[in-house]
């Protein structure tokens, strides 16, 4: 194994996009990329589409088995990476193989966050991340009528969306942490509840959930604030926080996701952070930021392949459309369609 | 098989030098706990036992039991990346001390007296700890505090919620029973002088710890409704709660920082915010701590540092600015370089700095003394005042409540030394026989046991303070300890009847059992290498590394020649000399 | 969704207890009502140190041959395992050690190596064994219950064959093994999520019912012990000393005995004496052991004597491959031997047959007072099947001896010539009917004669009474009969099954195919054969040796040159190998 050894952790569409970027940028390389979930890449901004029936399951997976073949890009499905040594390059997988890598890409991605207060109520919510996940509301959604959504990032949106196609009632329930890595304020509070008015939905703002209990009739009681309410089923969708937990004590300088500099490097060499887990000083926003959105992380994963592979690109993203929500954008189209 | 032979206690470098890598707990514990043998006895549900192994090396087993900061356990080898998570060890500490029934004291009489006399100044844990060695040393010890009551930082700076006064009142006295006497309501430098007691006693011992909050030094410090952390945990301690407002931002990564936001919240504070200059990952406050804090509604807020508290008089809001963090520098700390440009305003109406403290400086009409700080050296504890030692958090800055245990014992040792020209208690590493694992491989994949918390989380809150963490029931408390390798185990193979056929490294669980071409000693004779080999030819031996070693007897189970022994080697200590009944 | 068919394979390092999950999968399996087919690899030394695989074919219908394809792979041991993964369906799962002792470089996990599309599944065998019951030794069942979750398998099958493997060894390691296999199953329940839809599973029976688990080898001795032998001679040789091993166990139950002989010409020759003195015996070997025989076998063929030889057909010539697989000693077993001597030579095709012809070689046998030889081979032997036995039958023990009439006592000609070249036998000590016996060549009374007509006339007779035993010879068999076939394929032994799954598929992709199994070599039905031939347009016969020898003996009766298929790799043929060729031919 004399060549360098390129390893992406992720395979969501910034990691896969890295390695697709990768092979062209170093075409004798070896490349792994690794995913601790055993599915196929898929599109993870599709989710919603599935789940209101507008879309088939197939459709949800760009790519052909055969594309890593043709691409002679070694595909570790299921294998989770349980440390990873930046200083001596190499990590460790869950089932004790070592790894060395010449250079690393970290996309692992976010998972759906359930913080403490709510950790009580954990196996009474859904929240949405892989394909199983998908397929869960799918089958619950044909059982009730209505849904309780607590949250406030882009995918309860887009889910809320996909609610009402399939024609069942939504509450909302404001929760004004789920905006991370927007900063919440009434104004954008207000937007948001108007814009789901608009639409039919019952909004709740920034109520305190005090409990969730599930009832004799299947139904799932809520207690908010004084309110008492009763609903098919409940989402949660407080936010992805970057799935790094993996990396304590490895030497990663971390805070909500990985800390990352302009060029997504993460302060060792050959070793870069993309897509949702990364975290980066945004001089334009003056403010540390995640990215947000399908668009921005299939192009920072482009980057990081990029500087990996030697060149040197910045991670460039407009911030200000990011935020004004009456502002169309093509990467944060579908919140603005909404 | 083996008769059990006499044990041995040995003082050789090289057996000391061996329990530093065998048995990394004890060697973490800045008091060398015995570690494996209090879980042992706990697992024999002999609590009075384990009890009092610690009360001989660390006093306050029921205080520590729940607010230690543990070093112990990120070296136990329970938690080594893939054997899973590290041994509770300090949840059965405080099991010891739930379920010790009626207290059999320890069987260590006072040793025989030594008319001298050494005046204490500070009951905090430093300074208990010192009385309490020095009396049972022989000598005549004063304790003199300027607090209401004793216990120092154990009193004022931890909260009840973590520590229940209960707890702390029956360990003290068990330490002041020696006959040690204590004066409260006694400053230095109002009520008694450094000077005097120079005078009065045959050596004065400075244990006053650390209580002069650091200043942020940024505009609006000095408003109203801006507390230092201590201040507020004192007040708070000492019956006189602070009013607190509606958003509280508490700026600090100690233990005191999130002391006094789970305290606010108890006040009735809403929303309380603690804030970071670096990130969540670098605190050192236990993961549990964390989870109970956020669990309780305490938001953490990460990479930024205060600039300006806003208001006049009352406070509005605090301006920070974005922090970015560097590479771990020197003491393991990131840099932290502020991004110009990055200011951003969070609203409060109460801030509280607990950014530490320092000690205070001490008025001294001796000139060999100077102005302000006595200086100490650190291994002798004397200052260049005959007869003035100084110990604990006042010499090394805050630390923590077992480090400042272990300084109080060291100095007693080292004024016991200056006064009679000889030692009192040694410590030496006791080997014996031993026959058997003590514990089936089975146990190894216990899961480890969480400590059950007090729920619902409103039930936390309430006029009274009620304890947060509730302690291991005994079944809980046995089937943790069953996960305790039991490290003081040492297995070794007799290479002269060893016939390599190699079946026990088949069976290890790891890479513990190795062949090696060489192996290197260090300077006192401890093994501190070896060179491993694949190649038969070059063999010369084969070695259990005991640093790998899980004690788990799967080798000596296998051996078909049996020679394979274990034993049981503990570092413990002893009193020098003789001693008489109290 | 529950399926139909599946292979599974085991494959460890010798010492991981590869080969006893294996037979515990195929008990289980059993158990639990599918049709098993099952074969084992094993390296050839004493305790030696190599590869060990058990593959185990899984239906719910009747299986014949081993698949081309595993559709699982349960990893006792990665490196072993590396070189089953070309054989892995490219969908297929594999089952591993997901927390080895230490850790590994990257490659030596088999987890490096799956293909994209593989499912790979892990579970720490090591760890649950420990941890139920404080030894690694248990790891391999701790694998068989995350396999058994995994697939849908119900813990109780699996707990009644361990129950029925351990129960002797007494209650500690009975609890010890099931304790493991539990601690397995539930970590597959627990942690094991098999998602995707593109897993099969074993879920639900195949139906009630009687079948039991036998491989050749057992079901050879089962039928030499329904067969009422009182005596077996024979010396360990692989792969017929399980034969031996039984019957030792369970011959002397019935009052018989088993000896070991000092070699192979011991054995044989105390055969011929206990049937010449009126008791079935029997010697089971291999192709070494059966040369050392061929002297005394053709005393059996000149002197008329009885004997039944069993030939577990190895890895030839000389010592060969002992632990491989072939069907190399037809010749040897046909015309091995000085002289014309002419023996009836047996070839069952399936564990079934294994039982049918060797309760069947002692009644030919003695009818026939020759010896005779069946040939099976190392696959057969220790493949492991599903079947329904066929019930004992009082019928089975009663001698086919032609006895003399009552009429030729004081005039008793032993080998008096006949129309159909058997001449009624006494035994020995039977009162007026006083013989003599010889290896010689010898009149009809039995006395060494060297005349010329008398050579002539005794072996006219013996070669007519060979002949003649084709009426009690089950003639070939053909399968998927079709009026002009493009393609006849004739094989023979456990090659058989194999032939008949390859032109069942190739039916299906409308080729004109089809099948005609032989399973006696000799007599061979020349006729039958023959007009088989005349019908098919090419003939293809796949074998397990180099040369072609069924081609050799049958080859001439076709009008041109038969196609020959030889494959001596020392493994089963493939049905993939045996329709390329059919399509290859018919194109």
Known sequence: ?338 | ?582 | MSITDITVEICGMSGDGTIAAGGLLNDALAEAGFSILAFDSYPAEIRGFGRCITRSRITGTEALALSDRTDVLISLDDKQSLSRIPILRENGAVLFDNHPPAFVPEGESIAAHVGTEMHLFGAPFGDLASGASGSLRGRNLAALGAFASLFGVPAESFHQAIQRKFESKGEAILDANLKCFDAGFEYGLKDLDDGSDGLPKLVGQAGPTEASLLSGNVAIARAALDAGISLYFGYPITPATPIMEYLAKELPKTGGKVVQMEDEIASIGAVLGSFYAGKRAMTATSGPGLALMTELITHGVMAEIPAVILDAQRGGPATGLPTKTEQSDLHAAVYGGPGDSPRIVLAPSNVLECYQFTLKSFQLAEKYQTPVILLTSFYLDNRVETLRLPSRNERDTEDWNVYPDEGSKGNYRRFKITESGISPRALPGAEGFVFTTTGLEHSEKGIPDYGADNHMQMSDKRHRKIAGALRDLAPPQEFLKSEKPALGVISWGPTFGTTLEAVEKAREQGFNVTALKITSLFPYHAEAIGRFMQRCKDILIPELNFQGQLADLIGHLHRKEVIRLNQVTGSPMGVGTILDKIRSIIG
């Open chain 2, 1 to 582: 098989m083996f008769k059990k032979a006499d044990p041995i206690q040995s003082t050789r470098a090289e057996d000391f030098d061996y329990m530093k890598v065998n048995v990394p707990c004890q060697e973490g514990c800045p008091a060398l706990t015995n570690v494996p043998a209090y879980i042992r006895a706990v697992y024999k549900n002999d609590f009075n036992l384990s009890y009092n192994i610690n009360l001989e090396a660390n006093l306050f087993p029921g205080v520590l039991g729940r607010i230690c900061s543990r070093p112990c356990e990120s070296k136990c080898r329970h938690g080594e990346k893939e054997l899973g998570k590290p041994v509770n060890i300090c949840y059965l500490k405080r099991a010891a001390a739930d379920f010790r029934g009626r207290h059999v004291p320890l069987e260590n009489p006072i040793h025989q007296s030594v008319s001298r006399k050494v005046a204490i100044v500070g009951a905090g844990p430093a300074g208990l700890a010192a009385a309490r060695d020095l009396a049972l040393s022989g000598l005549s010890v004063s304790v003199l505090e300027a607090m209401e009551k004793p216990g120092g930082m154990l009193r004022y700076g931890i909260p009840a919620f973590r520590l229940p006064r209960t707890i702390l009142k029956e360990e003290i006295e068990r330490i002041l029973s020696l006959g040690i006497e204590l004066t409260t309501g006694v400053r230095l430098g109002e009520e008694i002088t450094l000077d005097g007691l120079l005078g009065d006693f045959n050596a004065v011992l400075l244990a006053t710890g650390c209580y002069v909050p650091r200043q942020l030094n940024i505009p609006g410090e000095r408003f109203d409704s801006v507390f230092s952390g201590l201040r507020f945990m004192m007040d708070l301690n000492a019956g006189q709660p602070p009013r607190v407002g509606k958003k509280v931002l508490v700026l600090g990564a100690g233990f005191t920082a999130f002391d006094c936001a789970r305290s606010a919240l108890r006040l009735g504070a809403p929303d309380v915010s603690i804030c970071l200059r670096r990130t969540e990952e670098d605190l050192s406050v236990t993961r549990e701590e964390v989870l109970e804090a956020k669990r309780e509604g305490v938001r953490i807020e990460s990479l930024m540092v205060a600039k300006t508290i806003l208001g006049n008089g009352n406070i509005r809001g605090v301006e920070f600015i974005r922090t970015r963090p560097g590479l771990p520098g020197h003491g393991g700390k990131r840099e932290i370089t502020p991004i110009e440009g990055s200011e951003f305003i969070l609203d409060a109406d109460t801030v509280i700095v607990a950014t530490g403290q320092g000690p205070e400086p001490l008025a001294l009409k001796d000139k060999r003394a100077g102005e302000g700080m006595v200086t100490v050296d650190k291994g002798s504890f004397r200052s260049p005042v005959s007869g003035l030692y100084a110990t604990g958090d006042y010499v090394t800055g805050p630390s923590t409540v077992i480090q400042a245990i272990a300084a109080g014992r060291n100095a007693a040792a080292a004024i016991f030394r200056d006064m009679t020209g000889r030692d009192f208690l040694e410590r030496v590493v006791t080997i014996e026989d031993a026959v058997t694992t003590d514990r089936p491989r089975a146990w190894d994949f216990l899961p480890a046991r969480e400590i059950p918390t007090l729920e619902p989380i409103r039930d936390r809150f309430g006029k009274k303070p009620k304890e947060v963490e509730l302690g291991y029931p005994g079944e809980q408390a046995e089937t943790e300890s069953k996960r305790c390798y039991l490290c003081y185990l040492h297995y070794e193979i007799d290479i002269k009847r060893c016939i390599y056929c190699r079946y026990c490294i088949d069976v290890a669980p790891r890479d513990c059992i190795k062949l090696v071409k060489k192996i290197m000693t260090n300077e006192n004779g401890a093994i501190s290498g070896f060179e491993e080999t694949t190649v038969w030819k070059e063999v010369n031996g084969i070695i259990i590394d005991n640093s790998r070693c899980i004690r788990c007897g799967a080798c000596m189970e296998i051996c078909p020649v049996e020679c394979i022994s274990v034993s049981k080697v503990q570092l413990t200590e002893r009193t020098i000399g003789k001693s008489e009944e109290p």
């Open chain 1, 1 to 338: 194994m004399k060549e360098e050894h390129f390893i992406i952790i992720g395979m969501g569409p910034s990691g896969t996009q890295a390695a697709f970027t990768l092979r062209k940028q170093a075409p004798d390389a070896r490349i792994t990329v690794m995913s601790k979930d055993a599915e196929r890449a898929f599109t993870p901004h599709m989710l919603p589409d599935y789940i209101a029936g507008k879309i088939s399951e197939e459709d949800l997976y760009p790519y052909d088995p055969s594309t890593w073949d043709e691409l002679d890009i070694h595909v570790r499905r299921g294998q989770r990476v349980t440390d990873v040594n930046p200083a001596n390059g190499y990590l460790l997988l869950d089932h004790r193989e070592v790894l060395r890598f010449a250079g690393l890409i970290l996309a692992v991605g976010g998972r759906p966050q359930i913080p403490e207060p709510f950790l009580p109520y954990q196996n009474l919510m859904f929240t949405l991340k892989t394909v199983q996940d998908a397929k869960r509301w799918t089958r619950k959604l044909r059982e009730v009528d209505s849904v309780l959504v607590i949250g406030g990032d882009l995918t309860s949106l887009a889910v809320t969306k996909a609610i009402l196609h399939l024609e069942k009632r939504v509450f909302f329930l404001i929760n004004k942490d789920a905006f991370w890595p927007l900063r919440y304020d009434k104004e954008l509070m207000e937007e948001f509840s108007n814009r789901l008015s608009e639409r039919g939905v019952e909004v709740i703002p920034s109520g305190r959930l005090k409990s969730l209990f599930r009832e004799v009739n299947g139904k799932i009681g809520c207690q908010i604030d004084n309110r008492s309410l009763q609903v098919g089923m409940v989402g949660a969708f407080l936010g992805l926080a970057p799935d790094i937990r993996f990396l304590t004590r490895s030497g990663f300088s971390m805070d909500r996701g990985i800390l990352v500099d302009e060029y997504l490097n993460t302060g060792f060499e050959g070793i870069y952070a993309t897509g949702d887990c990364a975290q980066v000083y945004h001089p334009e926003l003056r403010d540390y930021w995640v990215s947000i959105g399908y668009e921005n992380a299939v192009t920072l994963g482009r980057i990081a392949a990029f500087n990996l592979a030697g060149c040197r690109v910045q991670a460039k993203v407009s911030g200000e459309s990011i935020f004004k929500v009456r502002e169309v954008n093509v990467n944060t189209s579908w919140w603005a369609e909404f």
